[in-house]
């Protein structure tokens, strides 16, 4: 696969991986977020697709002020029982997850139809 | 990859789909962290359909909104919009439990408050005011429609931010309407009606102990209430009175008026009839909200006339004791446009402002505690009760819950509120309050007043309020005065001595089977209890009698509070030659219990000739050097508290246990006084006041070494009485404190809770609720709420009040910079 085919994936699947975070709350969003990423091999494609969503969702914090969320990370994990830096985690992480194994999964399904084709050529 | 890997792939990414739905809240873009963007306020321009012309809002430095529109169409609904960005979630919780809808958010454990709202009938009457509103007055209804429209406005507009409580529990905004601002309107006047709960628990104690003993222990009158009523006088009002009827004010009073002649009901019947008493009792008292707070909700306010001010200008202090939310009831608004010029506090979800001033007058409220309801027992038949001696089907209405229809019977006095078999006959017990005539034109007053610019524009927009009754404190730039505004219901009663007279509630259950003693009418507005410009230069009403024995309407269901604030506002304002600002906010301020600086006296007499232990030793030194302050670092006031409480315990509570009677409130501290002055050897003290002292002081030392230690110098005040300001929403985490907090019951700066033998207290809820002091003359005027504008927990305004109202400060209502300034358009 050339390089700029691989920079396009990853391009890629950065913005869906906004849009996804800016637009809808589902973690299972990762599938798509992923996809792109299909062109690398799984064990690549598992660690970008979760650098993507990691990174990406963590951003997404610096739209507000890191004490407010501190603050709220605090009243959640009061509530919820869990510590404060999980709050502010547990999603990236889930999300990241996400992401990584629906990234080794689509290049496992891509490589398998790509051996197929040869195949049956 | 071999297929089983692949799809151990799968498993795992359907795994973490699986578990991620439980996280959708965390999400950093939409879940609760959103939040955040409402938190901060800063300048900015809001686009909204609804407006004709633009409109400014700018915030103070306090939080304060200050809204300036061209039209009051345009003015009620940016109130709306504001009031919805700040407190949205309060406001629909509020409308949810006041309609009787709770349990369709939080489940069945909401279901029992809603079948007490049902039951009521508060979202009825609020139909009903609905309809009569729009009909009769609908150049207001539009103003309170407005005021809808603006909160809608705000729910579709691209500004809305899902408030953290709907983002925890799920829960989407209903868009609102005038019915829901009428509901709540319910509500709080429901909390604070008097007539309903008083008679029943009056009826269960004159039951159990007699009529000697219940009129002991709760005299019409408090002790030592003569000459410190809210109306100074003889109760005199317009020149009328009883005397003026032919009737003997001391012939009234000197009379049992429990007994059938006054009631129509048979007292050896109501002995029998203790369980419905109870099952109507409990049926009336909201499950959901007396978790929050307990039922101490009174109030304070005094107006000074120009006379005996020392700037010559009438002035006003009011601090309305209520439950203490985070974030507040009360929102604090400034409404300018060509025909408003008013500033103070919103009830929030209610237009207009309820408490406040205009450029030229300021009022507060405070309640009277004087019947505006009545319980009536009721004959029934299946689905007929009697009444004059012919059956009559009961009206019913049926309400969808969660377990089942919950069905309400009507009969003419209203709903019936509890149903009993005694001896093969049906009884029930019905409620009949003013509120469920629909006609209680509250709004219309509070706009009245909003555009008022004299004492006597004040007094004829107090036409118009109907339920609760409260005392209007009011001040215009030349008078000062109080009117008790509001519907109260009047029962023709014929005296034993043939005279008949006109009389304001009952102090037990009513006859609801005979036409004798059904509400004959109101009291007519002009003889409300008021005056204007008292000569002796000030009034006061924090909650005690309104007026004395020869008002010509007398006030037999009248359960008023102790008088014990009242006799400290008395002594503090009478003690000086003139009155200023500075004094309004040091008597606001005032944590001296009254009744404990007279009571400490004689516990010091009953204790000073005990030998004492060690501990007791040093515990009595402190009470001796005690003054009566109620300050979070006395520790005389600590062992004066458990002293008091254990005293109750084993006089009252022993009594009251012995009856079953443990839910009813305990006699006053007054009651207690006056009982240890003039009757030292009452049963009631089994035989010796000075021994049920030094027992009680025992066990209070006792009880205080083994929660605090044997170190009397940690057993302060605050350490075992706390402030918590809780959420509606009942999550600690958005609560505020606890804090040690001054004051008590009886303290002006109020502090109260139960007198109970626990360490610490249960927690203050309830207190002043905002502090108010205006003096329109001098165009000074101050407040404080304890909490901020914000309903956001991490605003900054959620709570930048709080320290002020803790400290006794206060802020200039004229002079704050601004921080913010939304342009709405």
């Known amino acids: 696969m050339k390089l700029y085919y691989k920079i396009a994936a990853l391009v890629l699947s950065i913005v869906i991986a906004y849009i996804s975070l800016l637009y809808t709350s589902f973690a299972a969003m990762g599938i798509i977020v992923a996809f792109p990423l299909f062109v690398f091999k799984p064990l690549r494609s598992f660690i970008a697709g979760f650098a993507i969503s990691f990174v990406s969702s963590l951003s997404i914090y610096t739209l507000y002020p890191l004490s407010k969320v501190s603050q709220l990370a605090a009243i959640l994990a009061s509530i919820s029982g869990i510590p404060s830096i999980l709050v502010i985690l547990l999603y990236p992480i889930l999300f990241s997850l996400m992401t990584a194994f629906s990234g080794a999964m689509w290049s496992e399904i891509i490589s398998a139809i790509g051996k197929r084709r040869k195949a049956n050529s | 990859m071999r297929p089983v890997s692949f799809a151990a792939l799968i498993i795992i990414i359907i795994a973490i789909s699986y578990f991620s739905q439980g996280i959708q809240l965390l999400s950093p873009a939409n879940g609760a962290w959103i939040v955040i963007k409402s938190s901060g306020i800063s300048s900015q321009s809001f686009s909204i359909k609804g407006l004709e012309r633009n409109v400014t809002i700018s915030i103070d430095a306090t939080g304060m909104a200050h809204i300036y529109a061209y039209n009051d169409h345009d003015l009620f609904f940016a109130q709306g919009f504001y009031s919805a960005y700040q407190r949205l979630d309060q406001m629909e919780f509020q409308a949810i439990l006041a309609s009787g809808n709770l349990s369709r958010y939080i489940g069945k454990s909401g279901l029992e408050s809603d079948k007490t709202m049902l039951l009521l009938g508060l979202s009825r009457n609020a139909y009903l005011l609905q309809n009569n509103l729009r009909v009769n007055y609908p150049s207001y209804y539009a103003l309170i429609q407005d005021f809808s429209d603006g909160i809608n406005s705000y729910i579709h507009s691209n500004y809305y931010v899902t408030p953290l409580v709907f983002k925890l529990a799920g829960i989407k905004p209903f868009d609102w309407s005038p019915f829901y601002s009428l509901v709540w309107q319910e509500y709080m006047s429901w909390s604070l009606t008097t007539g309903a709960s008083e008679p029943l628990a009056y009826s269960l104690l004159y039951s159990s102990v007699g009529p000697s003993l219940t009129e002991q222990l709760w005299p019409y009158y408090p002790y030592y209430s003569e000459n410190a009523t809210v109306i100074p006088g003889d109760g005199e009002v ?16 000197s009379l049992d008026w429990t007994q059938s002649w006054a009631t129509g009901v048979n007292t050896s019947l109501l002995k029998q009839l203790t369980p419905l008493i109870r099952y109507a009792l409990s049926n009336i008292s909201d499950p959901y909200m007396s978790s929050f707070a307990s039922n101490f909700v009174g109030s304070n306010s005094w107006v000074i006339t120009s006379a005996f001010s020392s700037t010559k200008s009438p002035m006003l202090a009011n601090d309305p004791h209520l439950p203490l939310y985070a ?40 309640t009277p505690e004087g019947n505006s309801a009545n319980v009536y027992l009721e004959i029934l038949n299946g689905s007929n009760y009697l009444f004059d001696g012919k059956w009559y089907q009961m009206q019913t209405v049926n309400y969808s819950l969660a377990d089942g229809i919950y069905r309400v019977y009507y009969t003419n006095n209203g709903p019936v509120i509890a149903r009993y078999n005694l001896d093969g006959k049906e009884y029930g017990i ?157 008597l606001q301020s005032n944590i001296t219990d009254y009744w404990a600086v007279q009571l400490n006296k004689l516990f010091l007499n009953s204790l000073s000739n005990m030998s004492k232990t060690i501990l007791q030793q040093q515990a009595y030194s402190y009470l001796s050097s005690w003054n009566g302050e109620a300050s979070t670092d006395s520790i005389g006031m600590t062992v004066y508290w458990y002293t008091l409480s254990e005293l109750d315990n084993i006089t009252y509570g022993k009594m009251y246990s ?91 700066s109020v502090g109260g809770v139960p007198e109970e033998l626990v360490i610490p207290e249960p927690y203050v809820r309830v207190g002043s609720s905002l502090r108010f002091i205006a003096s329109p003359l001098t165009n000074q005027f101050y407040g404080v709420i304890p909490g901020g504008a914000s309903g956001n927990v991490l605003s900054s305004y959620y709570s930048n009040q709080l320290q002020f109202w803790l400290n006794h400060q206060y802020y200039d209502m004229n002079n704050q910079s601004i921080i913010a300034r939304w342009e709405l358009g």
């Open chain 2, 238 to 253: 317009n020149n009328f009175s009883l005397s003026e009827q032919g009737i003997s004010p001391s012939y009234l009073w």
């Open chain 2, 327 to 366: 974030p507040s009831l009360w929102l604090p608004i400034q409404l300018v446009d060509p025909n408003f010029s008013v500033a103070g506090w919103e009830l929030v979800g209610e237009p207009g402002v309820l408490i406040g001033h205009t450029s030229h007058t300021a009022w507060g409220l405070t």
């Open chain 2, 430 to 586: 019905s409620l009949n309050w003013v509120a469920s005539r629909g006609d209680s034109y509250d709004l219309i007053a509070e706009i009245k007043l909003d555009t008022s610019s004299t004492y006597q524009d004040m007094i004829d927009a107090l036409r118009y309020w109907g339920s609760p009754p409260q005392n209007f404190a009011l001040v215009s730039t030349d008078h000062a005065g109080y009117i008790t505004a509001g519907y109260y219901p009047l029962i023709n009663e014929t005296l034993p001595s043939g005279k008949s007279v006109q009389v304001i509630g009952s102090r037990s259950i009513l006859n609801g089977s005979i036409s004798k003693y059904e509400p004959s009418g109101l009291v007519p507005f002009n003889y409300l209890p008021q005056a204007t410009d008292p000569e002796r230069g000030y009034m006061f009403a924090p909650n005690q009698p309104t007026v004395w024995e020869n008002y010509p309407y007398p006030f037999i269901g009248g359960f008023w509070a102790s008088g014990g604030r009242a006799q400290a506002i008395n002594n503090y304002i009478s003690s000086k030659s003139s009155f200023s600002i500075q004094q309004m906010m040091n």
């Open chain 2, 658 to 748: 012995q009856y079953n009677l443990t839910n009813l409130p305990m006699p006053f501290t007054s009651t207690t006084l006056y009982l240890a002055i003039n009757q030292p050897n009452s049963t009631i003290f089994a035989g010796s006041f000075e021994n049920s002292v030094r027992t009680a002081f025992i066990s209070a030392v006792s009880l205080l070494e083994k929660s605090l230690g044997s170190n009397v110098s940690k057993w302060q005040w605050g350490n075992v009485h706390l402030l918590q300001i809780q959420s509606y929403s009942a999550l600690s985490e958005l609560s505020l404190g606890p804090y040690p907090i001054w004051g008590d019951s009886h303290t002006v």
